[in-house]
């Protein structure tokens, strides 16, 4: 099985690395982004006899305790089996 | 008086933190490997600057993950002096000991160059000979040290008279265009409600020498060191 996680920056926390490139992305003329935030992508592949509701379990408990800062990001977790 | 300064693949101020405590403060220290875990012998530990594991995921995030993190955490719970520089204030965040995040400069980049913080606490053991109000210039070197919180914890902060130092105008002004990385409240240094860990962005170790253009920093390590001298 596959753990997707994607971790991002709180709405309330500045993203100054998303900030610059909606600024060279409008310098191409992209009139329509109004927005850009950065994140983060981890792949995470899970071996044994886990069910998939286990194995969510485990990326989440990877993702708040490693992969994420709670103090200023979120995370979501998708399982692909 | 002995004191430890820890050292992560990829810490690189740790020789200057050695150095300022044998040169300046006159004490026999030691480097602690970060796979170390018995910190027994040491009055405190300094986490210095530096890149530990590289950044990698978050500035500081893995370096909490190192078996000396553990003996840190109990060390400073028993009532020990820990004092976090730049990276190390990084891993203090990230390990829990201070609150708080230290997220990416809002101009983006990194930044080397001195800076001028205002002395806000003179009630720690890091800088009680200190005086309050008063301006040290001492050298930044980060990427992220844009100090981030939530309103609950910066007004704790504030009630408690934890932020200990600020981000200023050579005359004290705590202005916006004075700080250098969008830091929230000008906060440059906090300690814990405890008062005996403490984290700063800006490098105290460095700027013990007239020589390396300011010797404002040794205040720090004489407050430091006299916190210990009286306890003992």
Same mark, same amino acid.
């Given at each position: 099985?596959?753990?997707?996680?994607?971790?991002?920056?709180?709405?309330?926390?500045?993203?100054?690395?998303?900030?610059?490139?909606?600024?060279?992305?409008?310098?191409?003329?992209?009139?329509?982004?109004?927005?850009?935030?950065?994140?983060?992508?981890?792949?995470?592949?899970?071996?044994?006899?886990?069910?998939?509701?286990?194995?969510?379990?485990?990326?989440?408990?990877?993702?708040?305790?490693?992969?994420?800062?709670?103090?200023?990001?979120?995370?979501?977790?998708?399982?692909?089996? | 008086?002995?004191?430890?300064?820890?050292?992560?693949?990829?810490?690189?101020?740790?020789?200057?933190?050695?150095?300022?405590?044998?040169?300046?403060?006159?004490?026999?220290?030691?480097?602690?490997?970060?796979?170390?875990?018995?910190?027994?012998?040491?009055?405190?530990?300094?986490?210095?600057?530096?890149?530990?594991?590289?950044?990698?995921?978050?500035?500081?995030?893995?370096?909490?993950?190192?078996?000396?993190?553990?003996?840190?955490?109990?060390?400073?719970? $028993?009532?020990?002096? #820990?004092? =976090?520089?730049?990276?190390?204030?990084?891993?203090? &965040? @990230?390990?829990? *000991?201070?609150?708080?995040?230290?997220?990416?400069?809002?101009?983006?980049?990194?930044?080397?160059?001195?800076?001028?913080?205002?002395?806000?606490?003179?009630?720690?053991?890091?800088?009680?000979?200190?005086?309050?109000?008063?301006?040290?210039?001492?050298?930044?070197?980060?990427?992220?040290?844009?100090?981030?919180?939530?309103?609950?914890?910066?007004?704790?902060?504030?009630?408690?008279?934890?932020?200990?130092?600020?981000?200023?105008?050579?005359?004290?002004?705590?202005?916006?265009?004075?700080?250098?990385?969008?830091?929230?409240?000008?906060?440059?240094?906090?300690?814990? $409600?405890?008062?005996? #860990?403490? =984290?700063?962005?800006?490098?105290?170790?460095?700027? &013990? @020498?007239?020589? *390396?253009?300011?010797?404002?920093?040794?205040?720090?390590?004489?407050?430091?060191?006299?916190?210990?001298?009286?306890?003992?």
């Amino acid at each position: 099985m596959k753990a997707k996680v994607y971790v991002t920056l709180k709405p309330s926390v500045l993203d100054p690395q998303g900030k610059a490139i909606k600024h060279s992305v409008e310098l191409l003329g992209y009139t329509a982004v109004s927005d850009i935030r950065q994140g983060k992508y981890f792949e995470i592949a899970i071996e044994g006899p886990l069910s998939a509701t286990q194995a969510r379990e485990e990326a989440v408990r990877l993702a708040r305790d490693v992969l994420s800062n709670p103090i200023i990001e979120d995370f979501r977790v998708e399982i692909e089996e | 008086m002995k004191f430890g300064v820890i050292v992560f693949p990829g810490s690189n101020c740790d020789h200057d933190a050695y150095h300022v405590i044998s040169k300046h403060v006159g004490q026999p220290v030691d480097f602690i490997w970060h796979r170390e875990t018995d910190l027994r012998s040491y009055d405190a530990v300094i986490i210095p600057g530096g890149f530990s594991y590289g950044d990698y995921l978050r500035a500081g995030a893995l370096a909490r993950f190192s078996p000396v993190m553990n003996s840190v955490k109990e060390f400073a719970a $028993r009532g020990n002096l #820990v004092l =976090g520089i730049c990276n190390g204030f990084q891993i203090l &965040c @990230e390990a829990g *000991l201070l609150p708080g995040a230290l997220i990416r400069n809002r101009g983006l980049h990194f930044i080397c160059d001195y800076v001028n913080v205002r002395v806000e606490s003179v009630d720690t053991p890091f800088t009680n000979e200190l005086k309050s109000g008063s301006v040290l210039s001492m050298p930044i070197a980060h990427a992220e040290g844009n100090f981030v919180c939530d309103d609950a914890t910066l007004d704790e902060l504030r009630r408690e008279n934890r932020i200990v130092f600020r981000y200023c105008e050579r005359d004290g002004q705590v202005t916006d265009n004075a700080n250098p990385n969008g830091s929230r409240d000008n906060i440059a240094g906090i300690c814990n $409600r405890e008062r005996n #860990v403490m =984290g700063l962005m800006p490098h105290p170790e460095r700027a &013990c @020498e007239d020589l *390396l253009g300011s010797s404002d920093g040794r205040d720090v390590f004489r407050s430091l060191a006299g916190t210990l001298a009286a306890a003992a």
